[in-house]
T-cell receptor, first 114, second 109 residues
Framework: DTAVSQTPKYLVTQMGNDKSIKCEQN?????MYWYKQDSKKFLKIMFS???????INETVPNRFSPKSPDKAHLNLHINSLELGDSAVYFC?????????????FGPGTRLTVT | RKEVEQDPGPFNVPEGATVAFNCTYS??????FFWYRQDCRKEPKLLMS???SGNEDGRFTAQLNRASQYISLLIRDSKLSDSATYLC??????????FGSGTRLQVQP
């Protein structure tokens, strides 16, 4: 009964490839997020979706494309992977409609680009 | 100026010690404040919300000073299992949270 799950947990791929990461939450939350945590451990928001609508799109290369098929899912597709994309990607969710901003995180996807 | 600033540490303390972490934030419009804990190679986990009046949860006490834009976390009677990175988190006013870079705590036997 994992609250926020991500697949895959580890992803090793070569430069230039295209890959996707999937995220699902069973908390009934209305908002989902993607974060990137680099080697310096700094956690930075990339995207946020509220009820399937994109509400935050930080300065992220357009090789990154999020997609939210429904409120419980938020996927991240990355085209033409580069070495600098190597990081841990975390999905999170919150119930923004309640005015509470606590976010709950998935276990992360460790992406290594070689 | 960074939106959320924390001393990276590490703080090395013996078991049973009391340790305090501080954090400052730059957005005076922020309304929600949290402390998260992140263990090595794991996801951040919510430790506690921080309320204006200050709040306590067992050995953990959080304080907020809006005038100085300052948040603190006090851990009493440190346990080995408290060793982790503690992230100060503030809402941006844009339906998002900004995370500090974290303060590393190492509790030693």
């Amino acid at each position: 009964d994992t609250a926020v799950s991500q697949t895959p947990k580890y992803l090793v791929t070569q430069m230039g490839n295209d890959k996707s990461i999937k995220c699902e939450q069973n908390l009934g939350h209305d908002t989902m997020y993607w974060y990137k945590q680099d080697s310096k451990k700094f956690l930075k928001i990339m995207f946020s979706y509220n009820n399937k609508e994109l509400i935050i799109n930080e300065t992220v290369p357009n090789r990154f494309s999020p997609k939210s098929p429904d409120k419980a899912h938020l996927n991240l597709h990355i085209n033409s992977l580069e070495l600098g994309d190597s990081a841990v990607y975390f999905c999170a969710s919150s119930q923004a409609a309640s005015g509470r901003w606590e976010q709950y995180f998935g276990p992360g996807t460790r992406l290594t680009v070689t | 100026r960074k939106e959320v600033e924390q001393d990276p540490g590490p703080f090395n303390v013996p078991e049973g010690a009391t340790v305090a972490f501080n954090c400052t934030y730059s957005n005076s419009a922020s309304q929600s404040f949290f402390w998260y804990r992140q263990d090595c190679r794991k996801e951040p986990k919510l430790l506690m919300s921080v309320y204006s009046s200050g709040n306590e949860d067992g050995r953990f006490t959080a304080q907020l000073n809006r005038a100085s834009q300052y948040i603190s976390l006090l851990i009493r009677d440190s346990k080995l299992s408290d060793s982790a990175t503690y992230l100060c988190v503030v809402d941006t006013g844009r339906r998002a949270l900004t995370f500090g870079s974290g303060t590393r705590l190492q509790v030693q036997p």
